[in-house]
Each structure stands twice: as structure tokens, then as C-alpha cells.
């Protein structure tokens, strides 16, 4: 069997379009951290087809790279690292609205 | 300026409530994304790494003072209090929501602006020469073209669904400042046996393969511009593919045709169409022309502009990079740069926004312009009011005095906020603008072009900058390709790769190393950046950009 890297599920949300991550008990989260971390491919699947089914609260879900951390998952791409906290050139986006 | 007809009012009303409907279908689960998503890209809507994104079209780059200010009312009241212009004469608001979306585009109707056409595969928002009706090198000013192309191509039923984007510039002036050989179309005002009319440049385009466009008619009269628009147009909707996203350009129709060949059917299409175009459209074009006539110009002494420009040496560092000529000996035409160093290229504050919107009104004849160069051009000041233009400027931040210098940088959003983008390219370009700033350089070095893509599309026109710097994902990492000796003029010239890239934190060393190298090289002060690379060629460039010594140089 080959091995399967470990992913989150994330979107970004329908309204506000800020990414967002899924948690194990079915929550959209805006922190990287709390998401649920798919560690089987069969169970990842899985969570990425109910994810995509919630068409009112996200879009565009799909499943990015991740490891696990001290506190949590952990992003393991530049591009989604950038996800967790917004754009370098200003203070906006998420390490503004939650003090990251 | 242009002002709309009833029609076009009607016409962006109408597309305003259309979208407001689509939007609350949405919420409400009538429509699905896949349904919805090509719906919001017709009005510019695109969904980016962070937040929503909605890109305004600026047709030919031209705005009044009253559309500046209602910009800045949109970025105070549904956005962060900026916005950023673009490569394409368009402004981007990076943070809007969804449910605000239909307001905005509400709110940019009552100042006859709009979203539409500025994404999907359509004839997009057609610039010019942010010079025009200006400069002093100039035919005859080309928006008159752009305005009536704009409303040909609007809505346009046989161009909704072309087989990829399309994207026209025109220029009334000899030296192009429109980038016209990287256009889909390039336009470009010639004069022949003492008629004007146009050169036709088709097929040229940057991203994953840059092409510098082909001429396939070298003087087309003026009555014959919109049916050979729309010959090439709709020859390009039959032949070009649609099977293959990255050869669906027309510039690869182009190529794989050949000029002959594609020259022979166009020419073909174009008598079928010209005789269906009754006469209307020069009706028209004599209304929209008047709408252009040149601002009456004041008559008043310039000596106070010459004891300023003496005096000050702040003011003449600024009017030596800022000012271009006008065709009015008393007047100039006013760059205010949008590149502070540090500062994101092409952002302006909603206070900056207000402040040129009132500079326009009182010294410039309330006209403004955004240059594809990501900056803000007042086209038409006095010289006698350039110390209090310059003063107000100075005050929020706009005075920079670094036009065509190595600090006026065009950047891509890049990774900061495409959701297309495989590296940053904003913050590449604030570290170059500060080194050079501590350097206090870019005066001596001259006339030099940066332009910097965060991926293979392009948007930073990379191809065609004196020092071309392209991001890209290398195994997970942020990594960047330099390319020398691009030129975006009517000398279009695509840049050479110099080998191997450079991680996030080497690209400010490795533009240092080049830029040093030609301090070095340069015959004397008066050689820029590009006729030192033109006459050496790129090998002493890359032995300084390398570190490898002068016997690699070949």
C-alpha cells in the first residue's frame, strides 16, 4: 500500500470567502490547528464528500497536505500556510481579526 | 469624457439587478457554485485565496473625479480602505463579501462603471495609452476607438464564449506606452499619404508562452476598424482550440496557421462584413469623438513652475522622474507614482483616492488616468500649478519621485492573494524598492523596468521587463526565474531566461549583482540598463548574477 500523506479538509466559506478548515465533529474552523486530521485515505475521501455537500456554507473544498504538530495540524505548504494568515503586506485577514 | 447613453445605463441597471438575483439564489441554495461561478466571473467576481475579489473595469483607464471618489467610498464602506489598479487598467477590491457584492456593483453604476467582462472568456476591458489625448508624440488620441470598441464588444452575442480570453490595446502615439505587441489585438495610429488609420498587431500575448504579436495589416482606414475587429475576432472563435486551455489563445491559432493563411481568411471575413456595417458605427464614433474633445486649455505664465523647479531641489527630483511633455508647451502631464517605496505597487488609499480626485478637479480638468504601469496620471496640469500639485501630493504620501526608476516596480498580487499564483511577488517587490531607497541608487541608475508575476500568466508582464522576475512553486518552495532584456515598447522584445532561480530571500542580492554590473558596464550615464544589455548581450550579466567570473561570460 502506498503512503498516504496526511491532509486537512478545507474550503472557503460561501459568504465571507475566508478559508476555513474542517474539525472532527463537523465544525468549519477558521484555525488550522482545530482541523480534523485525515491520516486514512478511505476516511479522508469520506470527509471531503461531506464537506463538499455543504453547498450554503462552503466552497470549493478539497484536501490539502498536513501534519500533526504540537498544537495541532500543521500546514505543510507554503500556499497554505499563507491560507492560515492572510497576505504579507498588510495586516488583514485572519492574523488581524484573531490576533495570530 | 465619455458619459453613458440611456442604453448603456439601462444596459449595466439591468446586468446589476440580473446579478443581485443571482446572488441571493445562491444563499439560498437555488443555485449551486458550479451553477453560480461562471455567473460572478461575467461580473468580475473572482473567489481568491482569502476572500472574494472583484475586479472594476476602468475602460481605456480613464476616470473622473466623481468615479474616484465613489471608489473610495466602495473601499470604506464594503472593503479594507484601498484598492489596487492593475495591469490592465482595471482596480481590485480584495476583501468584499458576497452578500454585498450586488450594493457595489449598485454603487458603481451610479457612477456609470461596472464589473462586466472583466473575467471569462470575452473581449475584456480594452486600454490605451494612459497618455492619451496628451502626449505630445501623439496621432490623435485613440479612446474615441477604445470607447467604440468597448461598446461593440460589450455583450457582443457571437464573443461571449470565445475559446479563451481576448484582449485589445490601442495607442495613438509612435512610442507605445500600451504594451500594443503583447495584445491579442495591438492597435497602433499611423498615418498614411496624410490619412490615419491604424497598424493591426495580432497575436501577441504573455504567460506560459510569450509571443510578440504579428502584423497583419499594416494600414487599415478608420471606417474599416470594426469590421476587421470583428473579422479577426470571428475567424479566432472558429479556428482557435478548445481543446487545450494553454493553446486556446489566438496567438497560438496564429502560430500553428500561419500569418499568411490567417491574414487570407480575415481578409476574406472582413469583405463579408464590411458591407453589413451600414454607417452606424461612424455615426456613432462622430458622437463619441465630441465627447473626447481636448479640455480648454488656460493661457498663463510658467515662471513661477521655472524659479520653483530651481529652487527646490525636492520638487526637481520629482519633476524630472514625474513629468512627461504635453502637446500644450504649457502644460505637462503628471505620473503620480503608486509605488512609495516599501508601500504595495498600485494601491491607493481611499484618502489618496479622494485627494487626486480634488488635485484633478482644481488643477488637472477633472481627468485621471490609471497606467497599465500601476500608477495614476493626472494627463493635463499647468506648469504653473505643478509646486501645489506636487506639495498636496507630498502630504498623503504620492510624492515618490521614482517613475521609469527601478522602485516603480509592477507586481502581480501574487501569492499574497491569487488563488492562481504559485509564489509572492508584492513583498519581492517592496524589499527591491527599500534596498534601493538605502542605496540611494536609482537616481544615478537611470530608466530601469522590474516587473514581477507570482506565476506563469503573467499578470506582472514579467516577459517584457528590463529585469524580469518570475515566482514559481520549486518542490515546495517559493523560487524565482530572472530574465534580462525585456522590452515592452514598440521595440517588444521577450526577456532571456538567465538560468537557474533564486529562493524567496536571494532575489534582492541577485537584482543588486545585476544592477551593479551595469554601473560597471555602461559606456557612460547616458546608456540605460537595456542599450548596455542590447549592445553587451546577456553573458556579462549572468557571470555578475552567477558569481561565476568574466570566462563564462560567453
Redesign the interface.
Known amino acids: 500500500m502506498s503512503r498516504f500523506t496526511p491532509k486537512v479538509v478545507t474550503a472557503?466559506r460561501?459568504?465571507?470567502?475566508?478559508?476555513v478548515y474542517l474539525t472532527a465533529d463537523d465544525r468549519w474552523t477558521p484555525f488550522h490547528h482545530e482541523a480534523e486530521l485525515l491520516e486514512d485515505e478511505a476516511h479522508a475521501q469520506l470527509r471531503l464528500l461531506e464537506a463538499a455537500a455543504q453547498?450554503?456554507i462552503v466552497?470549493?473544498a478539497y484536501l490539502a497536505d498536513a501534519k500533526a504538530g504540537p498544537n495541532g495540524p500543521e500546514p505543510?505548504?507554503?500556499?497554505e500556510a499563507?491560507?492560515t494568515r492572510?497576505?504579507?503586506?498588510?495586516h488583514?485577514?485572519?492574523q488581524a481579526d484573531f490576533a495570530l | 469624457m465619455y458619459s453613458y447613453s440611456d442604453f448603456d445605463e439601462a444596459f449595466v441597471r439591468a446586468r446589476v439587478a440580473q446579478f443581485t438575483d443571482q446572488v441571493n439564489r445562491?444563499?439560498d441554495?437555488s443555485l449551486?457554485?458550479d451553477e453560480f461561478r461562471p455567473l460572478r466571473l461575467m461580473n468580475g467576481l473572482y473567489?481568491?485565496?482569502?476572500?472574494?475579489m472583484l475586479r472594476v473595469a476602468i475602460p481605456y483607464g480613464t476616470v473622473s473625479p466623481r468615479q474616484m471618489r465613489q471608489l473610495a467610498y466602495i473601499a470604506d464602506t464594503w472593503d479594507?480602505g484601498y484598492g489596487h489598479f492593475t495591469t490592465r487598467q482595471n482596480i481590485q477590491f480584495?476583501?468584499?463579501?458576497?452578500?454585498d457584492v450586488p450594493a457595489i456593483l449598485s454603487a458603481l453604476a451610479d457612477v456609470e462603471m461596472h464589473a462586466i467582462q472583466t473575467s471569462g472568456n470575452c473581449v475584456r476591458n480594452v486600454t490605451a495609452d494612459h497618455f492619451a489625448g496628451a502626449a505630445a508624440d501623439e496621432i490623435e488620441d485613440p479612446r474615441p476607438y477604445a470607447e467604440l470598441l468597448r461598446q461593440w464588444s460589450t455583450d457582443h452575442p457571437e464573443f461571449q464564449f470565445l475559446p479563451r480570453k481576448f484582449k485589445i490595446a490601442i495607442t495613438g502615439a509612435p512610442n507605445d506606452r500600451a504594451v500594443t505587441k503583447a495584445h491579442d489585438i495591438g492597435l497602433r495610429m499611423v498615418k498614411k499619404n496624410g490619412e490615419t488609420g491604424f497598424e493591426v498587431i495580432v497575436g501577441g500575448g504573455l504567460g506560459r508562452t510569450p509571443m510578440v504579436g504579428m502584423v497583419v495589416r499594416d494600414f487599415l482606414p478608420i471606417e474599416d476598424l470594426l469590421p476587421y475587429v470583428e473579422a479577426v475576432l470571428s475567424v479566432y472563435n472558429v479556428l482557435g482550440r478548445r481543446d487545450n486551455k494553454y493553446k486556446a489563445r489566438i496567438k497560438i491559432t496564429l502560430h500553428e496557421t500561419g500569418r499568411e493563411e490567417i491574414t487570407r481568411i480575415v481578409e476574406e471575413r472582413f469583405a463579408e462584413l464590411k458591407p453589413l456595417f451600414a454607417g452606424h458605427d461612424q455615426a456613432l464614433l462622430a458622437d463619441i469623438r465630441a465627447a473626447f474633445a481636448p479640455p480648454a486649455f488656460r493661457n498663463a505664465p510658467v515662471d513661477a513652475y521655472d524659479a520653483f523647479y530651481k529652487a527646490d531641489p525636492v520638487f526637481r527630483a520629482w519633476a524630472d522622474t514625474n513629468l512627461a511633455q504635453h502637446r500644450n508647451d504649457q502644460y505637462v502631464i503628471v505620473t503620480v507614482s503608486i509605488k512609495a517605496h516599501g508601500q504595495?505597487p498600485g494601491?491607493a488609499t481611499s484618502d489618496q483616492m479622494r485627494l487626486l480626485a480634488d488635485l484633478a478637479e482644481t488643477y488637472g480638468h477633472s481627468d485621471l488616468r490609471i497606467s497599465h504601469e500601476q500608477n495614476v496620471i493626472l494627463p493635463h496640469v499647468h506648469k504653473s500649478d505643478l509646486p501645489a500639485v506636487h506639495a498636496a501630493l507630498v502630504k498623503v504620501g504620492l510624492g515618490t519621485a521614482n517613475v521609469s526608476l527601478i522602485s516603480d516596480i509592477i507586481a502581480c498580487p501574487g501569492?499574497?492573494?491569487c488563488a492562481l499564483a504559485t509564489a509572492?511577488s508584492?513583498?519581492v517587490a517592496?524589499e527591491i524598492a527599500i534596498r534601493f531607497n538605502e542605496l540611494k541608487l536609482e537616481h544615478e541608475v537611470g530608466p530601469l523596468k522590474i516587473k514581477i508575476s507570482g506565476c506563469i500568466n503573467a499578470c506582472g508582464h514579467h516577459h517584457v521587463g528590463h529585469i524580469g522576475i518570475l515566482g514559481l512553486?520549486r518542490a515546495?518552495?517559493?523560487n524565482y526565474q530572472i530574465t534580462l532584456g525585456g522590452d515592452g515598447t514598440e521595440d517588444a522584445t521577450i526577456g532571456e531566461k538567465t538560468g537557474p532561480g533564486f529562493a524567496y530571500d536571494q532575489v534582492v542580492p541577485a537584482v543588486e549583482r545585476i544592477v551593479l554590473a551595469y554601473l560597471d558596464l555602461r559606456t557612460s550615464p547616458e546608456e540605460t540598463f537595456l542599450q548596455t544589455y542590447r549592445r553587451l548581450g546577456i553573458g556579462p550579466f549572468k557571470a555578475a548574477l552567477y558569481e561565476t567570473g568574466a570566462q563564462d561570460a560567453a
Do not use: C
Open positions: 472557503n460561501l459568504r465571507e470567502g475566508d478559508a453547498k450554503l466552497v470549493g505543510t505548504h507554503f500556499r499563507f491560507r492572510g497576505p504579507s503586506n498588510y488583514h485577514g485572519k | 445562491r444563499l441554495g449551486t457554485e473567489l481568491q485565496l482569502h476572500a472574494y479594507k480584495n476583501w468584499p463579501k458576497l452578500p504595495t494601491d501569492m499574497d492573494y509572492r508584492i513583498p517592496q512553486d515546495g518552495v517559493e
